[in-house]
Every structure is written in structure tokens, then in C-alpha cells.
């Protein structure tokens, strides 16, 4: 982002408090409106990673795709022709999951995620000349708008359901957005040029027009994870307290206050003592498994990777796979947990297997192991896509 902000200070006046606008960024090598021109085109695009809207109205998918022609069983590829006609009469395009098929942006994505710790997703929205294409509303993640093309007048408000949750939309309060957009002052009213960023934390009401000419800004949100979810994972725990899986009474009536209170009374005692008695060990791993997945770690080429499998040898240079989540537990066997699966190793390999996730690059005839163990080891971390082969040109 622009600007001359220290991170440490937009941590603690701004991050989920406070909207904030910036200059003096440059976002050409993230993405440009030939990248727009080339997904629409010729990267073959499905639904849902393009949507279409007209005065805060979403256009049924059916208005811009069409089959893909022989070869390409499929009946909804994006048609480039469509999209022409609809963003020529005043429809705003929204490229989604960005993150996902744009190469910049998705280096871009897997470096924010690991550095930030929150899941990113990122879209990107081209406006026609003096159009609006969604009206205020508010998100349920925090927002960085990078201007790319083209102006763009922001409005932001302050929130009317402070720190929304995922399943709090803002349709939920569409009135009192509706009013609060109408008569209250805007903390920012202002316009976004390239090379802008605008911060808006969840919860802020926001709305846009492009001006002149066409506007595109990237959209990258943060899926904030929030205290809330310590919450839901300790109640999930409370599973495994076997008087709060006894049935309730044979006839009791769940509505009736009366009948509720002497039930409730007992569970909240057995909830609060089994939320006592968890730790933090306790916890984490069922938060790895619900948190690590929210973001995939940096692209691998299988057949490069295959190829660099079968000419290992102890001059090669490896290092972790950028964006993987992991968590290395000293033990016998020692453990190495990711997101979806838990790698055992032999208690012997732990000094090998700290340095190989160290985060630097590491020569598999240095690892502290005999030269077969090191070869072992390298390629079985390789083979679960846990390692990458650094080329001679990224060694440093």
C-alpha cells in the first residue's frame, strides 16, 4: 500500500477500527485492464468467478455465458461478447477468487495470508463512466481497495452493527444502513485515483461511483478471524463432556422459560467447568484444521516438482513451500502438522526437519542426518509438497 504508515502504527490505531486512505502506491505489476481484457477473453472462465451487476442488481449468470464449444463439454464459460455488451450499457464486472487464477495476485495473496495470518481472497471490480455498481452496504471482512484505473468516489460511514460476524450480512440491517448512509456524515468522502488505497475495516458502510472514465480497483479482503471463534471451538469441545450428550427430559418443551431455567442452570455449570479445563493444546489443533485452510500455499508445478524429485542429491538446495501452515512437534515420533494431515517422522530428524522449516534455503548435504537419512527425509518432505527445489537463480 502507499502512503508512509508504519505497519506497527496502522496495527494499533487502524487495524479494525479505523477507515483509512492512502497515496502514493503503484499496483501496475498486480494488474492493469489488459489483465481484464485477458481473463474475460482467453483464460476460459466459469462461473462463479465472474459476476456482473447494474445499480446494486447481480445479472443471472445465464446474460454472460454460454457453451464452450467442441471439446469443452460445459455450458457456462463466460462469453467474451456478453460481458461487451453489458459493460457497455453500464454494468459493473466483478472478476472473484482473483487469488486463484491471476499469477501476480496470487504470489500477491499467498505472501499477505502467510504475513498476516487471516485468510485473503481478492476481486477486482471495473466500472463503466458514472456508475455506481453496488449501494452502501457493509462487508463481513475487512477490505483494501487498491485504484488500479481510472477515479472513483468512496463514501465511508461508521458502522451500524459494530464487528460484523460472517453470518451477520448486512442485509440484516439494510434500513438502518440505508439511513445511516443517508444522514450521517462520511468519515471519508473522497475520490481514489491509481495508485490510491482505502482501508475499510468490516462493518463500515461503503459505496462507490466511478467518474471520467473507467475505473478498476482490486478489492482484497481479510476473513478477519475474531475472538468468536475460540467461542465456537470451545462449545464444539464441550462434546466430549458426556452429561451435556444426555437427552433433556422426556416431554420438556425447549420454549418454555419455566422448563428451561432448571436445564439451563446445570448447563451452563457443566460448560463453564469443561471450558475450564480445556488448554491451549486442547484447542489448537481443532483451530489448525478449521483456520490453515482458508488460504493454499504458493502454486507447485507437478511436473517440474516431480523432476526435481528424482535428481535430488545432496548439492541440492531446498526450502519450505511459501504460505504453508505447519506446526513441528518435538517427540517420538516427532509430528508435523498441516492443515489438512499430520506428517510422523523418527525423533531423530527433529534438528533435520526445524532447519528444513526454517524458512531459508538449506543444502541436503548440510542437514544433521547421514547422507541416505538426508536423502530420505529431503524427498519424503518433498512428496507431500511440504518442501520446493530452489533453482540456482533463487539461491541467495
Known sequence: MGGELDLDEFGRSYWGARALLSHGGDYGDLFSLQAVDELLSRRGLRTPFLRIAKNGTVVGDSQFTGAA?????????????????????????????????????????????????????????????????????????????????????????????????????????????????RDRAPVIDDVLRPGDALYVPRGFLHSAKALGGVSAHLTIGLHTMTRYLLVQELAALAADEPALRAALPLGFDPGDPSQLAGVLEEVTALLTKRIEQTTPEDLAPRLRRRTWSGNRPAPLPPLAHAAAIAALEPGTAVRLRAGLRFHLADGDPVRLQLADRTISLPKATYPAVAALCSGTDVKVGDLPLDEPDQLVLVRRLLTEAVLVVQSPREDS
Open 69 to 181: 464449444g467442441v471439446g469443452a463439454e460445459i455450458g457456462d464459460q463466460v462469453r467474451d461478447d456478453k460481458v461487451a455488451a453489458l459493460f457497455a450499457s453500464g454494468h459493473t464486472v466483478v472478476l472473484q477468487a482473483l487469488h486463484r487464477t491471476w499469477p501476480a495476485l496470487v504470489d500477491f495473496a499467498t505472501q499477505l495470508s502467510s504475513d498476516a495470518r487471516h485468510p485473503v481472497q481478492i476481486n477486482a471490480y471495473i466500472t463503466p463512466a458514472e456508475s455506481q455498481g453496488f449501494s452502501a452496504h457493509y462487508d463481513v471482512h475487512d477490505v483494501f481497495v487498491l485504484q488500479v484505473a481510472g477515479e472513483k468516489h468512496w463514501t465511508v460511514h461508521e458502522p451500524v452493527h459494530v464487528d460484523p460476524l460472517r453470518n451477520q450480512p448486512w442485509t440484516d440491517h439494510s434500513q438502518a444502513v440505508a439511513a445511516a448512509a
